[in-house]
């Protein structure tokens, strides 16, 4: 047993337990979602004792400096103390601008905040509801300093997502941290090819990806492969055409699993796989560079596909989330 100090308040916790698993068990209303140290949703702050190797991994040097600690990776050590972090501290207030329906299942969600942020193509925001329930969005755009698009993805029994979907109004207040993320758009990746690789509400975060290397002036080949289950679901299908015929350096194809058979496939729309339409198209080698942006079973498969194809690992770059809800038990 380790006893550390949370809030003031004295907790155990078993062995291999993380700080957040042993404020959860003990009935701790403290917000989580990934537990991996990716969502940045778990923060709490470190006060005094001595912190585990990890505790602050993923963070920025902001963060870092101001002792923030992501509870999920974060192991109590004897007499470790922490507190919560203030709401105000980490996030900024916000409040539904507009909704716009892309498709039967993903909707724009267009957020105005209170005070601009410095958002990048490859980055994502954390969006906390009335109730503390929170979850982490791709960034669709970063045209507008004062606000976030982002593209939501109603998942059955999401809570988050349903709610966006269906009952949030607008004017409804909400609260945004970040942005976060590393995997964005930089200068030295100007020559390469770029392969950027998306499904589902992915292709706003990639979409956002291309339309960055082009605005800064990027001189290699760009491809985008958006693979959907079907033609319903290629929800930007008729802007990324036009995206094509505007920019030459840019190439565009839909991946889609299955056609129902009144249907027949239009133009730049193959049937299949997207890697494999791209692993087809490439002889991958050190001038490419691979953007996959998806829920995390896609960006792992395409991760370990683009490496058995011959991309170095540190030039693939994933841009992925979990938006489970990990909670064993409703919040009030
Ligand atoms: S970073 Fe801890 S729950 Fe996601």
């Known amino acids: 047993m380790t006893q550390f100090y949370f809030d003031g308040q004295r907790f155990e916790s078993s062995e291999g337990e993380s700080v957040l698993d042993t404020l959860v068990k003990a009935g701790h209303e403290l917000n989580y979602s990934c537990k991996k140290g990716i969502c940045k949703t778990c923060i709490v702050q470190h006060v005094s004792g001595t912190l585990s190797v990890g505790s602050q991994r993923g963070l ?9 600690v ?13 507190k919560s972090v203030m709401t105000q501290d980490l996030f900024i ?8 329906f892309l498709s039967e299942s993903v909707v724009e969600v267009v957020i105005k905040l209170s005070q601009p942020i410095e958002a990048r193509a490859g980055q994502y925001v954390n969006l906390r509801r009335f109730d503390g329930l929170t979850r982490s969005y791709s960034l669709a755009s970063g045209s507008d300093a004062r606000q976030v698009v982002l593209h939501v993805r109603r998942k ?3 809570q988050f997502s349903d709610w966006l979907f269906h009952r949030a109004g607008n004017g409804e207040r909400l609260l945004v941290q970040g942005p976060l993320g590393k995997a964005y758009y ?15 509400t992915g292709l706003g975060a ?20 958006y693979g959907a289950n079907n033609i319903d679901e290629l929800y930007m299908h008729s802007q990324l055409l036009q995206a094509a015929m505007r920019y030459r350096q840019l190439q565009y194809l839909g991946c889609v699993s299955k ?12 049937l299949g796989d997207p890697f494999e339409h791209a692993a087809e198209q490439h002889q991958f ?23 058995l194809n011959g991309v170095p690992i540190e030039r693939v770059h994933a841009i992925a989330f979990e938006y489970k809800n990990l909670r064993s038990r409703e919040r009030a």
Do not use: W
């Not at 992501?70 to 007499?79: I, V």
């Not at 605005?215 to 080949?221: L, T």
């Not at 056609?259 to 193959?270: I, N, Y």
């Not at 080698?285 to 490496?307: I, K, Y």
């Open 60 to 68: 920025d040097s902001t963060l870092k400096e101001n002792g923030y």
């Open 70 to 82: 992501c509870s999920c990776q974060c192991r109590p050590t004897d007499g470790l103390k922490l």
């Open 93 to 100: 207030s916000g409040s539904l601008l507009s909704k716009k």
């Open 156 to 158: 059955y029994n999401g």
């Open 186 to 200: 930089q200068p030295h990746f100007k020559q390469d090819t770029l392969v950027v690789i998306a499904s589902g």
């Open 206 to 225: 990639a979409y956002f990806m291309v339309q960055a290397a082009i605005e800064r002036h990027h001189e290699g080949p760009i491809y985008l492969y």
């Open 259 to 270: 056609l129902d058979s009144m249907q027949t496939l239009p133009g730049k729309v193959v």
């Open 285 to 307: 080698d050190r001038q490419h560079r691979v953007v996959l942006c998806g829920e995390p079973s896609f960006v792992n498969a395409g991760r370990e596909t683009a490496f």
